[in-house]
């Protein structure tokens, strides 16, 4: 480890433990709420980023991680201790992770992209028939002892867990490999990488998290039915953020998420109905005019600026 | 070393290589020659994975590699440079050349990885360019990037794919003294070419191509000297 | 026997969407997820035609589909046309149009959300039975089936028959040298766009008369069309016609057998199994 890659680490440690006081301060509940979707969205987008920022292959299935993920809490709250549900979301999130990449990650990206479209749809249906012919009722309720409070200290685990592994990705062989695999995959092939199974392995840490924030998530909403947990928006919102931000570093997503988030906060009270179009629009937008999210043009800013003063 | 056995490939309607049968010795510089559209490309793909054969084995060593996925035949020791350069242009020069060492039959990491491939980049003549960015490469430097990204593999079998193709004269007898050196150290080479001079003093045996099928094989003097080569070459009236 | 009969009538309903997106995706290379809005959409028009002047839903397509045709087009020249230009290659460009076609999906959702709301929206149109064979079957699915299968042969034609239609193949099997034979690539691609975007819209007039939709729906006809077009052999008119055959057939089956609701399941099991076995295509070459 050099010494800037040290200080670096050190500073994001103080960061986390400065914010895990957060809930401790006076009248903390609106910045609490909102602290908790940043917190989410921070986790679901970094750890997308993980997987399609290197190799550009489109997730639009986080909804289905994350209604995976509610619903295994919703249907074994009471009978299973709720860190063991943690566990069961994870494994289960792998294993749909594992699924999808082994029919779709060894042929081109295009069917990638379509397998994921209609997961989150898929996994809906296939929920409600379950409901309906198994359980009996449509929805499932979580009451649980669970505050906003210990939901916010298990997403800012969660957040420091996919930056821990994030940076050690970067930093290995895998993380090598993949950046590779991104910039051409007959040339991966031929310096003897298996790009098939690096992009699984991204894809189901990927998978993983986004399982366990939805179970995470699942005490919030008290009563959880299909439609809530399955929306196709959380895959569209989570795909925006990462990609204001910037895909391809890992704190990239991050500078998208905070003002998105916010601005989101605004616009869901102010114009509930519009809401989609709104989001539609914010999205072609940043594929239009911004195609490499906000660090990437700080990024090239400062090379040019840097060019500037050499030649200077 | 290599041996290729009645290899076939289509594409679609197109039979471009076509029971092309030749053996590689331990050692020594093959040159595969042929007019433009012969197939010679073709058979490099086919030897390092990129493509499957139609019909037909081709082993290393005695082992069967024809179903092999490429990466398995890079980490067997197969290295290839392309006919189009492909750097990986994300990546600094060095990181290029890092990516042979780190993934090839090598296997290195870190600080090992890095050296590895600094030795390789001053080779090839490109120890100044080690913390460039591959966009400010000229295409000759491209070329010499990929060849050293292939030697950070530390391959046995190097497969060439016109590389001296587009150097000036003086470039041109570096590119062979380097090439002659690979051989020195105990490495194969198999070369497609078109450089006639390159052949002629480097290549220990000649593979002559036409249509897809061998037409010739032996020394440089004697296949160049070969009717049917000739043929192939110009045309039936010059002949 | 009325699980095959159903299924074909519901997989010649399909293979008129398949066609507009083999139109879009297989020839103006532009993969398009928002592809099941633009049926929706089409849908509503033929709602609002039924519901509020009381004409024929089949009505609508005088106004739908050249409005459709209209705002393909415009789409195309305007929002696509600059990522073609900007991308350095068709992967580049497939990333861009998956990203911006999703964001277009969203926005026609939106905009139809704000139109109609967010309700289930259906109507009843020749909802009486019809023989075939001694058992009933539902004639508005005939008469769809019948609509479908007359519209796809004209496009068949078109595309076999006519001048337009050959340079449309040609650019189908390759952009660059379609160029070399002074085909006109832009402006056939997006004619190309524009017209499958007409052929989905007319394929939602014929669903709406006999299913139930609303605003937010698209994605599911995206997916079939998709799976189809893939399961086809992308840009391959028959294959798609027979593709589109075998998911109303497997769909109907899964419906009356297992439930209604799994119909999107038993898509993905067909998309799993070509992506296992034939992700070339029913009919499509091996490639290495």
């Known amino acids: 480890m050099t010494r800037a890659e040290a200080r670096n680490l050190a500073l994001a440690a103080a960061a986390f433990a400065l914010l895990a006081f957060l809930p401790f301060l006076k009248d903390s509940g609106y910045l609490l709420s909102v602290s908790v979707s940043i917190a989410m969205y921070t986790v679901l987008a970094t750890s997308w980023a993980l997987f399609s920022g290197p190799t550009h292959y489109i997730s639009l299935a986080t909804a289905a991680f994350y209604g995976l993920g509610a619903y295994v809490v919703a249907a074994g709250i009471g009978t299973i201790s709720y860190p063991l549900l943690l566990v069961l979301a994870g494994i289960a999130g792998a294993v749909l992770a594992l699924a999808v990449g082994v029919t779709t990650l060894r042929l081109s990206g295009v069917y990638f992209v379509i397998f994921t479209l209609g997961l989150a749809e898929l996994i809906r249906q296939v929920v409600t028939w379950v409901q309906n012919n198994l359980t009996g009722s449509r929805g499932m309720y979580v009451l649980t002892e669970i505050t906003e409070r210990i939901i916010y200290w298990e997403l800012l685990g969660l957040a420091a867990l996919v930056y821990l592994v994030g940076w050690l990705v ?97 616009i869901a009270a102010r114009f509930p109905t519009q809401t989609v179009l709104l989001l539609g629009v914010a999205f072609l937008l940043i594929v239009y005019f911004i195609p490499h999210g906000v660090v990437g043009r700080i990024e090239s800013a400062l090379e040019r600026l840097r060019r500037g003063t050499r030649r200077g | 070393m290599l041996d290729i056995q009645s290899v076939a490939k289509r594409f679609g309607g197109l039979l471009a290589v076509d029971q092309l049968s030749f053996a590689v010795r331990e050692n020594e510089v093959l040159g595969l020659i042929g007019p433009n559209g012969s197939g010679k490309t073709t058979v490099l793909n086919l030897i390092s994975g990129a493509f499957k054969p139609t019909a037909g084995d081709i082993y290393l060593d005695d082992r069967l590699i024809t179903d092999r996925p490429a990466r398995h035949i890079a980490r067997a020791g197969v290295g290839r440079t392309f006919q189009l350069v492909r750097v990986l242009p994300s990546l600094t020069v060095l990181e290029n050349v890092m990516a042979g060492a780190v993934f090839g039959h090598k296997r290195l990491w870190g600080r090992e990885a890095r050296k590895y491939a600094e030795r390789q980049l001053e080779r090839v003549g490109m120890a100044h360019a080690i913390g460039m960015p591959t966009a400010a490469l000229t295409y000759i430097d491209e070329k010499r990037v990929e060849l050293a990204r292939a030697l950070a593999s530390d391959p046995r079998v190097l497969l060439l794919d016109e590389w001296l193709a587009g150097l000036n004269p003086t470039e041109l007898q570096t590119g062979i003294a380097l090439i002659r050196s690979l051989r020195e150290e105990g490495r194969t080479v198999v070369l497609v070419e078109h450089v006639m001079d390159a052949i002629r003093s480097l290549c220990d045996r000649c593979v002559v191509m036409s249509g897809g099928v061998k037409i010739a094989e032996g020394t440089p003097a004697e296949t160049l000297a070969d009717r049917e080569v000739i043929r192939a070459y110009l045309g039936d009236d010059d002949a | 026997m009325d699980i095959l009969i159903t299924g074909i009538l519901l997989g010649a309903t399909y293979s008129l969407i398949a066609m507009g997106l083999t139109l879009q995706y297989g020839v103006a290379r532009i993969m398009n997820l928002a592809n099941g809005e633009m049926l929706v959409a089409g849908a509503f028009g033929a709602f609002w035609v039924f519901t509020a002047q009381q004409a024929s839903p089949f009505a609508a397509a005088l106004v739908v589909v050249p409005g459709a045709f209209a705002l393909n087009w415009l789409i195309y020249r305007y929002l696509l046309r600059p990522l073609v230009r900007r991308a350095k290659n068709r992967g580049m460009l497939e990333v861009d149009s998956i990203l911006a076609t999703f964001g277009m999906s969203f926005v026609l959702v939106g905009i139809m959300l704000m139109v109609f709301g967010g309700g289930y929206f259906t109507y009843s149109y020749l909802a009486e039975p019809f023989e075939i064979f001694g058992s009933p079957f539902a004639l508005n699915r005939v008469v769809a089936c019948l609509v479908a299968v007359a519209i796809s042969g004209l496009l068949y034609w078109g595309l076999n028959g006519t001048r337009t239609g050959m340079a449309l193949r040609a650019l189908a099997v390759d952009p ?43 994605v599911v006809f995206t997916m079939k069309a998709l799976i189809i077009v893939i399961m086809g052999g992308v840009g391959d008119v028959r294959g798609a016609i027979v593709a589109a055959l075998i998911l109303g057939l497997a769909e109907t089956a899964v419906a009356s057998l297992i439930d209604p609701g799994l119909t999107l399941a038993a898509a993905y099991l067909l998309f799993i199994l070509v992506l296992l076995l034939r992700p070339e295509g029913l009919f499509g070459r091996r490639q290495s």
């Open chain 1, 170 to 266: 970067a930093r290995s062989r895998l993380g090598f490999a993949l950046r590779i695999i991104g910039n051409d995959e007959l040339v991966a092939a031929h310096v003897g990488i298996n790009s098939a199974a690096a992009k699984l392995i991204l894809f189901v840490i990927s998978g993983v998290f986004a399982a366990v924030v939805g179970a995470v998530m699942a005490p919030r909403y008290t009563y959880i039915e299909p439609s809530i947990a399955y929306s196709p928006e959380l895959s569209f919102q989570v795909v925006i953020m990462a990609l204001i931000g910037g895909a391809h570093r890992l704190w990239g997503p991050l500078v998208g998420v905070i003002p998105f988030a916010l601005l989101w906060e605004l």
């Open chain 3, 176 to 218: 660059a040298a379609a160029g070399l034979v002074a085909i006109d690539v832009p402006r056939m691609s997006a004619f190309s766009f524009a017209l499958g975007g007409a052929v989905t819209a007319a394929g939602g007039i014929v669903l709406s008369t006999f299913l139930t939709m609303d605003a937010s729906i698209g």
